[in-house]
C-alpha cells in the first residue's frame, strides 16, 4: 500500500507559497511544519534581481563571522543565503535560526567538518557548530554534507513550532520546504549528502583487526569520507538534535559507500537525539554504527533503503519512531545486526526498541530484518504491510537472540523463525491513520524499560490511543507530511482525543473519541460520537470536605449531550465526579445518556441477559455530611468539614460540611453492566452517590445488571425520582453512613440468576445510633423478587425511615428488620402492600414502629394475592397496580418534595410509561 503518497494527498503546499510562509487556506489537519508567522522575502533581496528568487537572508540581518551573504543560483531560481565553505571549523559557529520574523537559510558549500578528527589528529582542535530553531540548512551537490567530528558537537535545537530543516538546494528553489516535494519531485533522493556524526563510543568493527573491539583503539572509517570513529567513552556527548528534519539527501558513492540521512558513528549517550525526520533519504534513513546514543520520537518516511538500521554493537536505545515507506523504494524498516563477518563479536548490538508503528509500501520487504547476531530487546511495536513482520536470521555460533515481544503485525507473513511472546499475527488491521485501534490495543503491554532508558511503555505502537490523535500528536507542527486522513478528528469535542476503533456496524455515531483520564476544565461530550475511556476518569481534583475553604486544585464540569453512548473497556474504568465539580448529564426520554460496556456496544459478551462487571461505573463525590470518618476520633456532628471517608475502588475522598452541595444534573441516564469487584470487600455499584448534596439533581436514572449494588448512598442528603433498578446482582438500592434524602417512583426487579435485597438499609453496623442517623423518606416504590428470594427491604444497623406507598412482592420476607439501635429508633411503612412473600415480616411483632399489617394502612396481601398487570406497552414484568394494590390507601408524605399520589406503588396505570422507552430490561 502507498502510506506515505496516499496519505500526502491534498496536503503539499503549492510552490507558490514562499519558503515556510504561513500559507492560508490548508485543511484545518494540516501537519507541514509551518513556522506560524515566519516568512521570507520572495525576491528583490540584495544580490538577486531575478523575479524567481528566494531570499534567505532577512532585511537587516548580518551573516554570522564563518558564513558571507551569497546569490547561488538553481533552475532558474537565485537563491539569496549565508554560504559556508567546505572545510573544517577549528573554532564555534553559530547560526542564528531566525530574525524577527523571518527564517535564515545557509549554504553548504561541500564538506564541512566540525573541528578535527581527534583520533587521527589527537592534538587537533574541536568545534561546536550551534544552529538555531527556525534555520534552514541546505546542500548544493551530492557530496555536500555536515560531518561533525569525534570530540566535536553539533547543537541543532530547534522547536515544535520552528524545527531546523536540512534539505538540497533543489528543495529550496521550488519555493517551500514544507510542501512535501523536492522541484515538484515527491521521490527526490541523493540530491545531497546528509549528516554524520561520529563519536568516541565503544564499536566492535575495528579498521585494524588486531585491536580489541570496544577500546579506545578500535576505530573505523565511516562512510562518504567521514573519517575515523569508535573509542571507549560510552558516555561521549556528540552533542543535542532536537527537532530537526533533513531530508532528500544520501548521496550515493557507489554501491559499497552511500551517505544516510543521518549516521551516528560511534556515538555516545551523552549525546540528545530527539525529534527527528528523515524524509526521502537515498540510502538508509538513520544509521547507527555502534556507540550507545539513545534516541526518541523518530520519524522515518520515503527511505530508499533501510528506515532504521543498525551495526556494529549499538548498545543504545529507541522509543517512538514511525516509518511510513514508499511504493517506489524503500527496504526494510529495521535493519538490525551485529557483525557480517562475526556474529558474536563484542561488544554486541543489544538496543532496547519500545513502540513503534511501521507502515509498509509496495516493495514488500520486512518490516524488520535482524541478523547477524544481534540481541536486544524488540516491543511494543505495529507492524503493517510488509513482507515478512519479523524476520531473525540467527548467524550467531552462541545462539543469543533478540527478545521479541507484544507485537502485532497485519498484512505480511507475520513473525518468521523467531518466537515472539504476548504477539499477534492478524490478516487484517484497524488502524485509524496512525492511531491503533481494538486490534492493536488487544496486545499485552510490556515493560521492557528496566535497566535502561525507555520510558514505561502504556500502550503500543508510537501513538498513545488515549490521549493523541490524527490531528494533534508528538509529530504535529514540525514534521514535514500529514500522514493522517483528513477531517478524521473533526466530529470529536476539544478534549477528548480521536479512538482509532471504528464505529460498530449498525450504530449512527460518526466517530469514537477518547475521554482523558483527567478532566481538569469544562468538557461537553456532544451527540453524534461513541464516547469511550480506559482507566478511571477524574472530573476535577478534590476540593476537600470545607465548602467554606476548598482546597486548590481544578474544578471542571462534564456535560454529556442527550443520546451520547459511553462505554469503558475494562472493569477498573469508572467516572468519578470529585467534590466541587459536576456532572451534568442531560438525557431525554427519546434520547438518554447510555453508560455501559464496550462488550455491550461491540456485541461482544456471551449472554448479556447475565454479563455483570465489565466496566467500573459512575461515583460522584460530594461534601454533604456523613457519618463515618476516615479519622474516627473526628465528631461528624461538630465537625462535619473534618468528616470525609474514602470511597471504594479508590474513588476518593468524599463527605464534608454542604447539605445543599450541588455535584449536577442526572436527567434520563442508564447505566448498565458495570460494578467491578476488586476483591470481596471492595466493589463498585453501578451508581454511587458519596456524600451528594440535596441541590444534585437526580431524576430518571436506571441501573442494570450491576455486579454490585445498583444505586448506593453513602451518607448525604440527595435526592431522587424516577428510579429503575434491573438485574443487579447485589442490592439494588442501597444506603448507609447517614443518608437523610428523599426518593419517590422506585421501580426494582431482580432477576432469577442473582441478586440480594431489593433495599438494604444501614446507619453505621458498628455505631448504629451515630448522627447524622440514616433517615430517608422514600414513597411509591414497587419490589419485585427473583429467584433468589431474599429480603424485600432489609433495615438494619440503627436504619430509621419513613417508606409509603409501597408494593414489595415474590420476595423471601417482605420487610426484615434487625433493630440494633441502643436507643430503639425504627423506621416506619405507610400503605404498604406485602403480597406472595414467604413471610411477611420478619419485624410484624415490633409492631407499628416497622411494619405491621392494618396499621398505617399496610396491607398483608396473602388472602387477596397480586393483581397487578402488564402494561399496554408491552413490558414484562407486572408493574402496574391491580384491583388488590388499589384497594390499598394511600398516605401522604406531607413534604413538597413528593407528589401526592391516589395509588401505591411507582405506577399509577397502564397509562403511566414514565419508565417506559428509555430503559432497558423490564
Known amino acids: 500500500m502507498n502510506v506515505l503518497s496516499n496519505l500526502r494527498g491534498g496536503l503539499l503546499l503549492g510552490s507558490a507559497c514562499a519558503v515556510l510562509a504561513a500559507c492560508s487556506g490548508g485543511?484545518?489537519?494540516?501537519?507541514?511544519?509551518?513556522?506560524?508567522?515566519?516568512?521570507?522575502?520572495?525576491?528583490?533581496?540584495?544580490?538577486?534581481?531575478?523575479?524567481n528568487a528566494v531570499n534567505l537572508v532577512p532585511a537587516g540581518f548580518t551573516c554570522p563571522a564563518g558564513t558571507a551573504q551569497g546569490t547561488l543560483t538553481q533552475g532558474g531560481t537565485d537563491i539569496i543565503a549565508c554560504l559556508i565553505s567546505a572545510g573544517t571549523l577549528t573554532a564555534d559557529l553559530t547560526l542564528p535560526g531566525t530574525s524577527g520574523s523571518q527564517r535564515v537559510g545557509y549554504g553548504i558549500e561541500g564538506s564541512l567538518f566540525v573541528g578535527e578528527n581527534l583520533i587521527s589528529n589527537p592534538a587537533g582542535s574541536t568545534a561546536t557548530l550551534n544552529i538555531g530553531a527556525g534555520a534552514i540548512i541546505?546542500?548544493?551537490?551530492?557530496?555536500?554534507?555536515?560531518?561533525?567530528?569525534?570530540?566535536?558537537?553539533?547543537?541543532?535545537?530547534?522547536?515544535?513550532?520552528?524545527?531546523?530543516?536540512?534539505?538540497?538546494?533543489?528543495?529550496?528553489?521550488?519555493?517551500?520546504?514544507?510542501?512535501?516535494?523536492?522541484?515538484?519531485?515527491?521521490?527526490?533522493?541523493?540530491?545531497?549528502?546528509?549528516?554524520?556524526?561520529?563519536?568516541?563510543?565503544?564499536?566492535?568493527?575495528?579498521?585494524?583487526?588486531?585491536?580489541?573491539?570496544?577500546?579506545?583503539?578500535?576505530?573505523?572509517?565511516?562512510?562518504?569520507?567521514?573519517?575515523?570513529?569508535?573509542?571507549?567513552?560510552?558516555?561521549?556527548?556528540s552533542g543535542t538534535l532536537s527537532y530537526v528534519r533533513v531530508q532528500y539527501a544520501g548521496f550515493e558513492f557507489n554501491g559499497e559507500d552511500q551517505l544516510n540521512g543521518i549516521a551516528f558513528q560511534g556515538v555516545g549517550e551523552g549525546t540528545t537525539a530527539s525529534y527527528l525526520q528523515i524524509h526521502n533519504n537515498f540510502d538508509d534513513g538513520v544509521e547507527f554504527f555502534g556507540g550507545t546514543v539513545d534516541a526518541d520520537h523518530i520519524v522515518v518516511t520515503g527511505a530508499g533503503d533501510d528506515s532504521i538500521d543498525w551495526t556494529d554493537g549499538w548498545q543504545g536505545d529507541l522509543q517512538y519512531a514511525l516509518v511510513v515507506q514508499d511504493d517506489t523504494d524503500g527496504d526494510r524498516a529495521i535493519e538490525g545486526d551485529n557483525r557480517e563477518n562475526d556474529t558474536d563479536i563484542e561488544p554486541r548490538s543489544m538496543p532496547n526498541l519500545s513502540n513503534l508503528t511501521f507502515f509498509g509500501g509496495a516493495t514488500g520487504s520486512d518490516g524488520m530484518k535482524l541478523r547477524a547476531g544481534t540481541a536486544g530487546n524488540i516491543a511494543n511495536a505495529i507492524v503493517i504491510g510488509f513482507g515478512d513482520g519479523v524476520d531473525f536470521d540467527q548467524q550467531s555460533t552462541a545462539g543469543v537472540e533478540p527478545t521479541i515481544s507484544s507485537i502485532y503485525t497485519a498484512g505480511n507473513n507475520g513473525i518468521v523463525d523467531i518466537t515472539a511472546t504476548d504477539s499477534i499475527e492478524a490478516s487484517g488491521n484497524t488502524m485509524n491513520g496512525i492511531i491503533p485501534g481494538a486490534a492493536e490495543r488487544a496486545v499485552p503491554v510490556t515493560n521492557n524499560s528496566v535497566g535502561n532508558d525507555l520510558e514505561t511503555p502504556s500502550f503500543i505502537g508510537a501513538f498513545n490511543p488515549l490521549t493523541e490523535t490524527n490531528a494533534s500528536n508528538w509529530t504535529t507542527g514540525w514534521t514535514l507530511d500529514n500522514y493522517f486522513p483528513a477531517g478524521d478528528a473533526a466530529g470529536c469535542p476539544s478534549g477528548t482525543a480521536v479512538s482509532g476503533d471504528a464505529v460498530p456496524a449498525g450504530r449512527t455515531e460518526a466517530f469514537i473519541c477518547i475521554l482523558p483520564n483527567a478532566v481538569n476544565q469544562n468538557l461537553t461530550l456532544t451527540n453524534g460520537n461513541l464516547y469511550t475511556f480506559e482507566g478511571s476518569v477524574f472530573v476535577g481534583t478534590d476540593a476537600g470536605a470545607d465548602a467554606g475553604n476548598p482546597e486548590d486544585g481544578f474544578r471542571a464540569t462534564l456535560t454529556i449531550e442527550p443520546g451520547v453512548t459511553l462505554y469503558g473497556r475494562s472493569g477498573e474504568d469508572a467516572i468519578v465526579v470529585t467534590r466541587g465539580s459536576r456532572i451534568d448529564a442531560l438525557g431525554t426520554a427519546a434520547a438518554p445518556i447510555v453508560m455501559t460496556s464496550q462488550a455491550d456496544v461491540f456485541g461482544t459478551q456471551p449472554d448479556p441477559a447475565t454479563a455483570r462487571g465489565e466496566w467500573g461505573g459512575l461515583v460522584i463525590n460530594g461534601r454533604a455530611p456523613i457519618n463515618d470518618c476516615d479519622v474516627t476520633t473526628v465528631d461528624p456532628v461538630a465537625n462535619p468539614e473534618l468528616c470525609e471517608k474514602t470511597g471504594e475502588g479508590g474513588s476518593g475522598l468524599f463527605g464534608g460540611n454542604d447539605a445543599a452541595d450541588d455535584s449536577g444534573t442526572l436527567n434520563y441516564v442508564r447505566v448498565m453492566y458495570a460494578g467491578f469487584e476488586f476483591n470481596g470487600e471492595d466493589q463498585l455499584n453501578g451508581i454511587a452517590f458519596q456524600g451528594v448534596g440535596s441541590e444534585t439533581e437526580v431524576d430518571y436514572i436506571q441501573v442494570h445488571n450491576n455486579f454490585d449494588d445498583g444505586v448506593e448512598f453513602f451518607g448525604g442528603t440527595v435526592n431522587a425520582k424516577h428510579v429503575v433498578l434491573t438485574g443487579n446482582g447485589d442490592d439494588s438500592m442501597d444506603w448507609t453512613d447517614g443518608w437523610v434524602g428523599k426518593a419517590q417512583y422506585i421501580i426494582v426487579v431482580q432477576s432469577d440468576d442473582a441478586g440480594d435485597r431489593a433495599f438494604e438499609n444501614d446507619n453505621?453496623?458498628?455505631?448504629?445510633?451515630?448522627?447524622?442517623?440514616?433517615?430517608?423518606?422514600?414513597?411509591?416504590?414497587?419490589?419485585?423478587?427473583?429467584?433468589?428470594?431474599?429480603?424485600?427491604?432489609?433495615?438494619?444497623?440503627?436504619?430509621?425511615?419513613?417508606?409509603?406507598?409501597?408494593?414489595?412482592?415474590?420476595?423471601?420476607?417482605?420487610?426484615?428488620?434487625?433493630?440494633?439501635?441502643?436507643?430503639?429508633?425504627?423506621?416506619?411503612?405507610?400503605?404498604?402492600?406485602?403480597v406472595d412473600v414467604v413471610r411477611e415480616a420478619d419485624s410484624e411483632a415490633i409492631g407499628a414502629g416497622v411494619w405491621a399489617n392494618g396499621v398505617n394502612g399496610n396491607v398483608g396481601g396473602d388472602s387477596a394475592g397480586q393483581s397487578s398487570t402488564l402494561t399496554a406497552v408491552g413490558t414484562t414484568t407486572p408493574l402496574s397496580p391491580g384491583a388488590n394494590e388499589l384497594a390499598v390507601a394511600p398516605t401522604s408524605t406531607g413534604d413538597d418534595f413528593f407528589d401526592d399520589t391516589t395509588y401505591v406503588g411507582a405506577v399509577e396505570d397502564d397509562s403511566d410509561d414514565w419508565y417506559v422507552g428509555w430503559t432497558f430490561g423490564l
Do not use: H
Open 27 to 51: 485543511g484545518s489537519n494540516s501537519n507541514n511544519g509551518n513556522a506560524g508567522p515566519v516568512t521570507v522575502n520572495p525576491g528583490g533581496g540584495s544580490g538577486g534581481g531575478s523575479t
Open 138 to 237: 541546505f546542500g548544493q551537490a551530492g557530496e555536500d554534507a555536515v560531518f561533525v567530528n569525534p570530540g566535536s558537537q553539533l547543537n541543532a535545537t530547534g522547536t515544535a513550532a520552528l524545527p531546523i530543516v536540512m534539505t538540497s538546494i533543489q528543495d529550496v528553489a521550488d519555493g517551500s520546504v514544507n510542501d512535501g516535494s523536492s522541484s515538484g519531485n515527491v521521490s527526490a533522493r541523493g540530491e545531497w549528502g546528509g549528516l554524520v556524526i561520529s563519536g568516541l563510543a565503544p564499536i566492535n568493527d575495528c579498521d585494524v583487526t588486531t585491536q580489541t573491539p570496544g577500546t579506545a583503539t578500535c576505530n573505523k572509517t565511516g562512510e562518504g569520507g567521514s573519517g575515523l570513529f569508535g573509542g571507549a567513552n560510552p558516555a561521549d556527548s
Open 764 to 834: 453505621r453496623e458498628n455505631d448504629t445510633d451515630i448522627e447524622p442517623r440514616s433517615n430517608p423518606t422514600i414513597s411509591n416504590f414497587t419490589l419485585v423478587g427473583g429467584a433468589t428470594n431474599s429480603d424485600g427491604a432489609k433495615i438494619r444497623a440503627g436504619a430509621n425511615g419513613a417508606y409509603y406507598n409501597g408494593i414489595i412482592t415474590s420476595t423471601n420476607d417482605g420487610v426484615d428488620f434487625d433493630q440494633q439501635s441502643t436507643l430503639g429508633v425504627a423506621p416506619t411503612f405507610y400503605s404498604t402492600y406485602i
